[in-house]
C-alpha cells in the first residue's frame, strides 16, 4: 500500500510551539506608521507655509501702504516747495521790476538863496513843494509813490524840510527823545558835500511814527530830511541821502 501522507498537527497540539502573533506582520505595521508619520509632517509644512505665505502677505500689503504715505507726503512736500520757490521767484521778479521803473531819478533843487539842495527821489514818486519867503520853514516838500497823501492822516514817504531854526534848536527835540531811548542820535556824513558831518535819528521820531531823520547845518538854517516809516528806508539810504546834493 502507498504510504499515507501526515497530515501536520493542529495547532496547539504542542505545548512548546509559540502561537503566531494576532493581527499584521511587521513589516505593514511599519509601512502604515511611516505613511501616518509622513502625513503628519506633510500636514505640519503646509500649516507653516500658510502661516508664512500670510506673513509675507500682511508684510507686502504693510510694505505697499507705506510706500504710498511715504509717496503722497514726498509729493505733498514737493508741491509745497514748488509753490514757495515759484512765490519767492514771482515776488523776486516784481521788485526787481519795481527796482527798475524807480530809474531814471527825477529831481528837486532849491533856490540859491536855500543852498541849491538837489533832492533825486524815484520816477514812479509824485513831488509837492511849498516855496515861501516868511515863516519858519521857507522851504518844505513832500515826496512820496504814486501820489504825494494829505500830510496830516498819512505817512509821507520824504519830507524836506529848510527850517529857519539854528542846527543846535533842531537836533535838541531830538536829544530828549534819545534821553527816553525812544530814539538813537548817530553822527552822518554827507556823501556829496565835503567836509559836512550832521546827525542822523532812528526810531520813534514822532508819536506811533517808527522812521528816521537827517540834519545837517545849512548856513544858519537846517537842511531836514525824514522818511516816516521803515517801508521807505531802502529808498531813503540807497536814493535819497546817496544823491543828496547841497552849498552849505
Known amino acids: 500500500m502507498p504510504p499515507q501522507q501526515q497530515q501536520p498537527p493542529p495547532q496547539g497540539m504542542y505545548p512548546n510551539q509559540p502561537t503566531p502573533p ?18 503628519k509632517g506633510l500636514l505640519i509644512t503646509v ?17 505697499f501702504m507705506e510706500r504710498q504715505e511715504y509717496k503722497n507726503n514726498v509729493d505733498g512736500i514737493v508741491a509745497t516747495e514748488v509753490d514757495t520757490a515759484v512765490s519767492e521767484r514771482e515776488q523776486q521778479l516784481e521788485a526787481e521790476f519795481t527796482e527798475r521803473e524807480k530809474e531814471p531819478l527825477d529831481s528837486y533843487t532849491s533856490p540859491s538863496a536855500y543852498g541849491e539842495v538837489t533832492v533825486e527821489y524815484p520816477k514812479t514818486w509824485s513831488a509837492y513843494v511849498e516855496e515861501t519867503d516868511s515863516g519858519s520853514t521857507p522851504v518844505e516838500g513832500f515826496f512820496h509813490p504814486s501820489f504825494v497823501p494829505d500830510e496830516s492822516d498819512n505817512i509821507i514817504a520824504l519830507r524836506l524840510e529848510i527850517s529857519n531854526r539854528s542846527y543846535a534848536d533842531s537836533l535838541r527835540r531830538f536829544e530828549s527823545l534819545a534821553r527816553s531811548d525812544r530814539v538813537s542820535i548817530s553822527p552822518i556824513e554827507a556823501v556829496n558835500v565835503d567836509g559836512v558831518v550832521g546827525s542822523r535819528v532812528d526810531g520813534e521820531i514822532s508819536s506811533d511814527l517808527e522812521g528816521s531823520v537827517v540834519l545837517f547845518e545849512l548856513r544858519d538854517k537846517t537842511l531836514l530830511l525824514t522818511t516816516e516809516s521803515t517801508e521807505f528806508k531802502q529808498d531813503f539810504d540807497n536814493i535819497i541821502l546817496k544823491n543828496l546834493t547841497f552849498n552849505p
Open 22 to 39: 494576532a493581527g499584521p506582520p511587521p513589516e505593514y505595521s511599519s509601512a502604515s506608521q511611516s505613511k501616518h508619520h509622513h502625513g
Open 47 to 63: 500649516i507653516i507655509l500658510s502661516i508664512a505665505l500670510v506673513g509675507v502677505s500682511a508684510f507686502a500689503v504693510w510694505a
